[in-house]
């Protein structure tokens, strides 16, 4: 077994394909041939329209509080959205570390499944938008294809919002 410095395990499998197993969730894994330097490359390889592409994104909101948003494809997240549905107007963006502390993945890998530990979900609405949708493996070259309808049951309770910018 191997542990990366925050004691996560690591595997040469996806470790998000191991937790959506673990939910009984239909996905499947997509390796890319080779480095991507692009979203639209990498939803091309993959035969999806970009915004098929779900991002997370992790945001500290506390000392030791942190919450991760969707978003779909390459649109700006709007900060003045996300402090209005919070409720709050201090918040930051996570370190590299910090992300791979709270979440086990590093960034470019990251996903709402598989997590060390429950996290608050906020997802854009928009990330329902197409029939299928792909996201973080937790493995880079790797990503998790899945219907979106099977992904939404997967997430459980996540909270809806619309969080991109309009411009």
């Known amino acids: 077994m191997l542990l990366n410095r925050y004691n996560i ?4 499998e996806a470790p998000v394909s191991l937790a959506l197993e673990k939910l009984n969730a239909p996905h499947r894994v ?7 330097k692009s979203m ?16 997370s994104i992790l945001f500290r909101v506390g000392k030791d509080e942190f919450m991760m948003v ?17 409720g709050q107007s201090r918040m930051t ?6 992300v791979l502390r709270v979440t086990g993945y590093v960034i470019g890998t ?4 598989g997590l060390p530990q429950p996290i608050r979900l906020l997802a854009d609405k928009n990330i ?3 029939d299928e949708v792909s996201f973080g493996s937790g493995k880079r ?16 309770d996540v909270e809806m919002g619309e969080f991109l910018s309009k411009d």
Do not use: C
Request: glycine residues 6%.
């Open 93 to 98: 963006m996570a370190t590299k570390d910090e």
């Open 110 to 113: 990251v996903a709402p499944f």
């Open 141 to 156: 070259g790797t990503a998790i294809i899945m219907q979106t309808a099977d992904f939404k049951k997967a997430l459980g």
């Open 9 to 12: 395990v690591m595997t040469k």
């Open 40 to 55: 639209e490359e990498a939803a091309a390889e993959r035969g999806q329209n970009i915004m098929q592409l779900v991002r």
């Open 128 to 130: 329902f938008d197409y």
């Open 70 to 86: 969707m978003v779909a494809g390459p649109g700006q997240l709007s900060w003045q959205a996300l402090r209005a549905y919070l």
């Open 30 to 36: 997509f390796e890319h041939k080779k480095p991507f």
